[in-house]
């Protein structure tokens, strides 16, 4: 077990709807990074929040976006849902100082969009 | 192009081998080298980093960098079926915009 919690584990929705996937960060993190796992395309970056704030931001579309609250959990929200957007989502933390090159990833959310 | 390079494999192996895992990249800024192994179904787990050039070890496991030909391997010693699984190699560039990038992995298979 990494820590690191997502939920929910699976998500089916239709196309055009809008989902928001959730993480919790390992105690002590203060790093949050999300990724999109498709079979085609491997892990794709799409966003990375520090402490609160977006830190560096990857291939993220636009009908997609993220946050960082005070308690450090993140969301990432997916809206106007389309086909391609079925994929698993990761979220990963990474330890504070000296260490951002360590990632602890969650279990994914599975995301099916129909 | 792909900044970072994988063969996807499969690579099916007895037993007992050796693993020659490997990855090129194209972009001088990456510094840090990293290895995950990915089971199917699960999340990425962290095996191995380093952050020069020259050789890692721990225990079955040895990363190797040349950062000279932008070229990283993983080798397992000793296969084990229990190191079926998808090996993916990552790298971070820390100069100008920052990237934490994967390669699209490769599924191993070790045969018992």
């Known amino acids: 077990d990494s820590g690191v919690t997502q939920t929910p584990k699976h998500l089916i929705t239709a196309t055009g709807q809008r989902v928001t996937l959730r993480c919790s960060p390992r105690s002590g993190d203060l790093s949050v990074y999300w990724y999109q796992q498709s079979l085609d395309q491997g892990l794709q970056f799409l966003i990375q929040?520090?402490?609160?704030?977006?830190?560096a931001k990857g291939n993220i579309l636009e009908r997609f976006s993220a946050q960082q609250f005070p308690d450090l959990h993140s969301e990432l929200n997916l809206s106007s849902l389309e086909l391609g957007d079925s994929a698993l989502y990761f979220c990963?933390?990474?330890?504070?100082?000296?260490?951002?090159?360590?990632?602890?990833f969650g279990s994914g959310t599975q995301l099916s969009v129909l | 192009q792909k900044e970072v390079e994988q063969d996807p494999g499969p690579l099916s192996v007895p037993e007992g081998a050796i693993v020659s895992l490997n990855c090129t990249y194209s972009n001088s800024a990456f510094q840090y080298f990293m290895w995950y192994r990915q089971y199917s179904r699960k999340g990425p787990e962290l095996l191995m980093y380093t952050y020069s050039s020259g050789n890692k070890e721990d225990g079955r496991f040895t990363a190797q960098v040349d950062k000279s030909s932008k070229y990283i391997s993983l080798f397992i010693r000793d296969s084990q079926p229990s190191d079926s699984a998808t090996y993916l190699c990552a790298m971070i560039a820390t100069s100008g915009t920052y990237k934490y990038i994967f390669g699209t992995g490769t599924r191993l298979k070790v045969l018992a």
């Open positions: 929040y520090y402490n609160g704030e977006e830190r």
């Open positions: 990963a933390s990474s330890p504070p100082q000296g260490g951002a090159e360590k990632l602890f």
